[in-house]
Nanobody, 122 residues
């Protein structure tokens, strides 16, 4: 069984910084693209940033220049460094990853974490 577990959320004042992490565990054979998404109250879930296994990144326009996504392939972990946070960044942040397991090596399935709450106070 494979799971994604996010950590690092919390309360931060506007202009502050926070780093959230997402670790994959279980019988993992490989991980392709990993990403962060967020869902604010009353809104749809939206893409924040993604990173491929080779390190190519993609960001939502709203976070470009403020957020940085990175990953540690040896630790099966993806990070999101968030700087210059704004109240509009308040949301539950979810991790998503395409993961193949040892028993099914050629099939990558998308898995989601349970989410971590980030609250930015004004």
């Amino acid at each position: 069984q494979v799971r994604l577990v996010e950590s690092g959320g919390g309360l931060v004042p506007a202009g502050g910084s926070l780093r959230v992490s997402c670790a994959a565990s279980g019988t993992i054979f490989g991980i392709n693209t990993m990403g962060w998404y967020r869902q604010a109250p009353g809104k749809q879930r939206e893409l924040v940033a993604t990173i491929t296994s080779g390190g190519s990144t993609n960001y939502a326009d709203s976070v470009k220049g403020r957020f940085t996504i990175s990953r540690d392939n040896a630790k099966n972990t993806v990070y999101l460094q968030m700087n210059s946070l704004k109240p509009d960044d308040t949301a539950v942040y979810y991790c998503k990853a395409g993961i193949a397991t040892i028993v099914d090596r050629y099939r990558y399935r998308e898995l989601w974490g349970q989410g971590t709450l980030v609250t930015v106070s004004s």
